[in-house]
C-alpha cells in the first residue's frame, strides 16, 4: 500500500503531484484513485489520469462526486470533471451520483 498526496499528512507515504508521479512506468498492478480527480483544475484531471495509466500495469478505479452529488456543492475545491471516459474505460454513475471508472491496462 502507498498513500500519495500533494500534502504532506502523517497519512502519506510519497508526498508528490499527481500530474508527474514519482515511478517508473508500468510498476503498480492495482491503483485505487478515490475522491482526487475533482481537486484538481479541469487542466489538470487528463495529465494525472495519463499519469495514472502511464505507471499501471494492471487495473485501475478512479471514483470522485459528480455535480449531481450531495457534497460536491458544498465542497469550494471541487471542480467539475471534464474527461471523456470513453476513450479510456469503463464509466457508471451510481444514483447518489457518485462516478465509478475502471480502466484497464492495454
Not at 482526487?36 to 470522485?64: A, F, S, W
Not at 458544498?74 to 475502471?102: C, F, M, Q, S
Amino acid at each position: 500500500y502507498i498513500g500519495l498526496d500533494i500534502r504532506y499528512s502523517r497519512n502519506i507515504t510519497i508526498q508528490a503531484d499527481s500530474r508527474l508521479l514519482p515511478f517508473r512506468d508500468k510498476v503498480f498492478d492495482f491503483i485505487w484513485a478515490s475522491e482526487i480527480i475533482e481537486h484538481l483544475e479541469p487542466q489538470d484531471q487528463e495529465k494525472t489520469v495519463k499519469e495514472i495509466i502511464r505507471v499501471l500495469k494492471g487495473q485501475t478505479i478512479i471514483t470522485y462526486p459528480t455535480e449531481r452529488h450531495v457534497n460536491f456543492p458544498k465542497d469550494p475545491t471541487h471542480h467539475k470533471v471534464v474527461i471523456d471516459w470513453k476513450k479510456y474505460g469503463l464509466y457508471r454513475e451510481t444514483e447518489n451520483g457518485e462516478a465509478i471508472v475502471v480502466i484497464n491496462h492495454p
